[in-house]
T-cell receptor, first 121, second 114 residues
Framework: AQKITQTQPGMFVQEKEAVTLDCTYDTSDPSYGLFWYKQPSSGEMIFLIYQGSYDQQNATEGRYSLNFQKARKSANLVISASQLGDSAMYFCAMRDPRVSAGGTSYGKLTFGQGTILTVHP | KAGVTQTPRYLIKTRGQQVTLSCSPISGHRSVSWYQQTPGQGLQFLFEYFSETQRNKGNFPGRFSGRQFSNSRSEMNVSTLELGDSALYLC?????????????FGPGTRLLVL
């Protein structure tokens, strides 16, 4: 069974500084995808960044980058130049790589417990 | 392109009642997944639909059911509501539900069971 662990219940960062949110995962499948989502107090889950298990380079999307260490099974999210609007809950998630007869994979997302990020002015 | 929409946004029901939640995916997306989010259990997968067929199901009792229509819109139903069903219900859509595809979430429906 897949498992995602986020060990930081809460993190604080000063505006304009960088912050790293930790995520470790456990799976026996060689093919998997890792996602990070942001959830503001409104409740909507906002996609931030994706990393595939076979991707050679760490993913980056604007101020977001993923520090992917496959051997350690970690996929930490780095937010550079934090903004007040970054204050939210952040979730790491893994896609269940179930394979259909057609050769494509599909499936549910397994989420970590989340980390509440607070950005101070 | 419009995002995932969910209706209603807020709902108050009493124990024993049933409820139906609706989700309209992003245009062109055929896979719809449902998740329940509670403070105690976090985010849990309910089920996934693709081309009107349920292809994946989480560990929830039979009181939780869903369906998908030919236009990819999906509904989930909870019968005989219990207090513990109070939660944020999130719907997510993706093109095929496959591999690298990102699931895009709607704003959620907040259900309160009294």
């Amino acid at each position: 069974a897949q498992k995602i662990t986020q060990t930081q219940p809460g993190m604080f960062v000063q505006e304009k500084e960088a912050v790293t949110l930790d995520c470790t995962y456990d799976t026996s499948d060689p093919s998997y995808g890792l996602f990070w989502y942001k959830q503001p107090s409104s409740g909507e889950m906002i996609f931030l960044i994706y990393q595939g298990s076979y991707d050679q380079q760490n993913a980056t999307e604007g101020r977001y980058s993923l520090n992917f260490q496959k051997a350690r099974k970690s996929a930490n999210l780095v937010i550079s130049a934090s903004q007040l609007g970054d204050s939210a809950m952040y979730f790491c998630a893994m896609r269940d790589p179930r394979v259909s007869a057609g050769g494509t994979s599909y499936g549910k997302l397994t989420f970590g417990q989340g980390t509440i990020l607070t950005v101070h002015p | 392109k419009a995002g995932v929409t969910q209706t209603p946004r807020y709902l108050i029901k009493t124990r024993g009642q049933q409820v139906t939640l609706s989700c309209s995916p992003i245009s062109g997306h055929r896979s719809v997944s449902w998740y329940q989010q509670t403070p105690g259990q976090g985010l849990q997968f309910l089920f996934e639909y693709f081309s009107e067929t349920q292809r994946n199901k989480g560990n929830f009792p039979g009181r939780f059911s869903g369906r998908q229509f030919s236009n990819s819109r999906s509904e989930m139903n909870v019968s005989t509501l219990e207090l513990g069903d109070s939660a944020l219900y999130l719907c997510a859509s993706s093109l095929e539900g496959a591999g690298k595809e990102t699931q895009y979430f709607g704003p959620g429906t907040r259900l309160l069971v009294l």
